[in-house]
């Protein structure tokens, strides 16, 4: 619509010329501007047609490689306690989320039978106790053989052991926490009968925690290269928290992968809690050449492998397969092969594009005109 306006705009110019020119030069001029027009629209159809594209060049990230793992935060120790013994679940002398400390009795269980069972064992002790003294006194006056004097004195010493295993299991009747913590969950309800061994209550510990992340068998093989290790949270932006190695499991769980704990250190402030998620970032030397690192956007699939769209010094567009090593959360990728440090890579619309393509590079933003409002 654009293009027939001003089309009629020169035509009535031209009209208002016919008074003072001679009506041959009138024409001539008349045809040249409309082969100039028709000129000017065909050129901007055909650059209407190639794609405008980002691009961006690619550089080398060095020798170190930067690996990324989201995590979750643990306490440092867990632990489901339970009761030897079976019987009455009493009460419990804490709630969940509340602080305890070591030796803090969290439960008890119903005692009554405990206790009778150490009173006959008590008086059991006291007769068998009596009856050895007196066969010990003879024996020292020669009166009894020494067979009767070793059963006197190792039928005491059954006894007692007898008597200090009902003591131990009257003990065992209060659940008491192993370290200072909070209870995470009391499983039962109060008056449930519960069997030796069953978890009623569970207790994480207080203080330092760790950040548990599962690394692939790649990154496991390198495990004496791994150096500097950091943590960011969601709930914590902009903090970078130190961590320090903890531990890492020699076998692969179920996925394949190896779990591994980075300790929090104890002066972080805040101290991140347990649940909350994590993003740890490590770092390891490379023994290999430098690798390249470019934003994901670049990558687009073919056939089943991964390609990249390279722009050449006249603008056209050249797939090449690239081979993908570690993909990143902030947007970006690493290869380990295909592309070269100075080379210019498609970022934006590539998946529009086809082999031997000719395209145009959108024009950058000024620092001044953000929007592109001027």
């Given at each position: 619509m654009l293009f027939v306006e001003e089309k009629r705009i020169y035509l009535r110019n031209i009209f208002n010329i016919c008074v003072f020119m001679n009506a041959k030069t009138v024409l001539f001029y008349a045809i040249a501007g409309m082969v100039m027009c028709s000129s000017c629209q065909s050129q901007k159809k055909v650059e209407e047609n190639i794609p405008v594209v980002q691009i961006d060049t690619v550089h080398v990230v060095g020798l170190k490689m930067v690996y990324e793992f989201p995590?979750?935060?643990?306490?440092?120790?867990?632990?489901?306690?339970a009761f030897k013994v079976a019987?009455?679940?009493?009460?419990?002398?804490?709630?969940?989320?509340?602080?305890?400390?070591?030796g803090q009795v969290v439960a008890t269980m119903d005692?009554?039978?405990?206790?009778?069972?150490?009173?006959?064992?008590?008086?059991?002790?006291?007769?068998?106790?009596?009856?050895?003294?007196?066969?010990?006194?003879?024996?020292?006056?020669?009166?009894?053989?020494?067979?009767?004097?070793?059963?006197?004195?190792?039928?005491?010493?059954?006894?007692?052991?007898?008597?200090?295993?009902?003591k131990n299991q009257l003990a065992d009747t209060?659940?008491?926490?192993?370290?200072?913590?909070?209870?995470?969950?009391?499983?039962?309800?109060?008056?449930?009968?519960?069997?030796?061994?069953?978890?009623?209550?569970?207790?994480?510990?207080?203080?330092?925690?760790?950040?548990?992340?599962n690394i692939p068998a790649v990154v496991y093989l390198k495990r004496n290269k791994l150096s500097d290790f950091t943590a960011t949270f969601d709930v914590l932006p902009g903090v970078v928290v130190p961590l320090t190695m903890a531990s890492m499991m020699p076998k692969a769980n179920a996925s394949q992968l190896y779990t591994t704990r980075l300790a929090i250190q104890s002066n972080t402030d805040p101290q991140p809690m347990p649940g909350m998620n994590a993003v740890v970032r490590?770092?390891?030397?490379?023994?290999?050449?430098?690798?390249?690192?470019?934003?994901s956007s670049a990558l687009l699939n073919k056939r089943g492998r991964a390609c990249v769209c390279v722009v050449n010094s006249d603008g056209i567009v050249r797939l090449r397969e690239v081979e993908v090593e570690m993909l990143h959360t902030d947007g970006t990728v690493t290869?380990?092969?295909?592309?070269?440090?100075?080379?210019?890579?498609?970022?934006?619309?590539?998946?529009?594009l086809s082999d031997g393509e000719k395209v145009r590079v959108m024009e950058k933003t000024s620092a001044t005109n953000v929007g592109g409002l001027l």
């Open positions: 995590g979750r935060v643990k306490a440092a120790e867990t632990s489901n306690l019987g009455r679940l009493n009460r419990y002398l804490v709630k969940e989320g509340m602080p305890v400390k070591k005692e009554r039978d405990y206790l009778v069972q150490l009173d006959a064992v008590t008086a059991e002790y006291n007769d068998v106790q009596a009856k050895a003294k007196r066969v010990m006194e003879l024996y020292a006056d020669s009166v009894v053989t020494a067979e009767a004097y070793d059963k006197a004195r190792y039928g005491l010493q059954q006894i007692k052991a007898k008597l200090d295993n009902a209060k659940l008491t926490a192993p370290y200072d913590g909070y209870v995470q969950k009391c499983l039962f309800e109060s008056g449930t009968v519960v069997g030796a061994g069953t978890p009623v209550i569970s207790i994480i510990s207080s203080g330092k925690s760790e950040v548990e992340i490590m770092t390891v030397e490379q023994s290999d050449a430098a690798k390249v690192r470019i934003s290869l380990s092969n295909g592309l070269n440090e100075g080379e210019i890579v498609v970022t934006a619309g590539v998946h529009s």
